[in-house]
T-cell receptor
Framework: SQTIHQWPATLVQPVGSPLSLECTVE??????LYWYRQAAGRGLQLLFY??????ISSEVPQNLSASRPQDRQFILSSKKLLLSDSGFYLC????????????FGPGTRLTVL | QQQVKQSPQSLIVQKGGISIINCAYE??????FPWYQQFPGKGPALLIA?????SEKKEGRFTISFNKSAKQFSLHIMDSQPGDSATYFC?????????????FGTGTSLTVIP
């Protein structure tokens, strides 16, 4: 069966510090991978998606970047965090040809102070 | 532009009652409508989904009703239990969606009172 991992689970970072969140998927090959942000009391905002190694599409202009160094690894980064980057970050995956069935990881709670 | 509109934003139901959450969409090309359940501090989990070739799908206490002509679909939770207290998201997409064409509603916070 497939599983998706995210770490860390929680993170508190000062403004201006760098960020690296990691997501890995097990039990599947060539998945589509997604990063979402969920602000408190808000819906899910798609940040990035990837259909393959090194292929990243960005949905919103922002202070964040994503990379996919391996087939089942997706990384969300920032060089300098802003207060507005605080939120709940969710990684998700789907089978490469079934975008409409997305499975989410446990999330990372990021607080920028 | 919000592709999928969800209501209500919050809902309080007595134990044993029926919880109803509604969603509406505009794009008639959508052909897959899932509902996700999210507990605090956890990622959303796929709960139930429907395609527009049927008007209703039932899984246990959870039912999706789909009205293609009205472009609306709803989640019904029968015999609501305190353990159902969570945030529920509807979504919509097409079989030919690329990664950025999967649209979520803004979520409904459900509280079931014992």
């Amino acid at each position: 069966s497939q599983t998706i991992h995210q770490w860390p689970a929680t993170l508190v970072q000062p403004v201006g510090s760098p960020l690296s969140l990691e997501c890995t998927v097990e039990g599947t090959s060539n998945p589509n991978l997604y990063w979402y942000r969920q602000a408190a009391g808000r819906g899910l905002q798609l940040l990035f998606y990837s259909v393959g190694i090194g292929q990243i599409s960005s949905e919103v202009p922002q202070n964040l970047s994503a990379s996919r160094p391996q087939d089942r690894q997706f990384i969300l980064s920032s060089k300098k965090l802003l207060l507005s980057d605080s939120g709940f970050y969710l990684c998700a995956w789907s089978v490469w040809d079934r975008v409409n069935e997305q499975f989410f990881g446990p999330g990372t709670r990021l607080t920028v102070l | 532009q919000q592709q999928v509109k969800q209501s209500p934003q919050s809902l309080i139901v007595q134990k044993g009652g029926i919880s109803i959450i509604n969603c509406a969409y505009e794009n008639t090309a959508f052909d897959y409508f899932p509902w996700y359940q999210q507990f605090p501090g956890k990622g959303p989990a796929l709960l139930i989904a429907i395609r527009p070739d049927v008007s209703e799908k039932k899984e246990g206490r959870f039912t999706i009703s789909f009205n293609k002509s009205a472009k609306q679909f709803s989640l019904h939770i029968m015999d609501s239990q305190p353990g159902d207290s969570a945030t529920y998201f509807c979504a919509a997409s097409t079989d030919y969606s690329t990664g950025n064409q999967f649209y979520f509603g803004t979520g409904t916070s459900l509280t079931v009172i014992p």
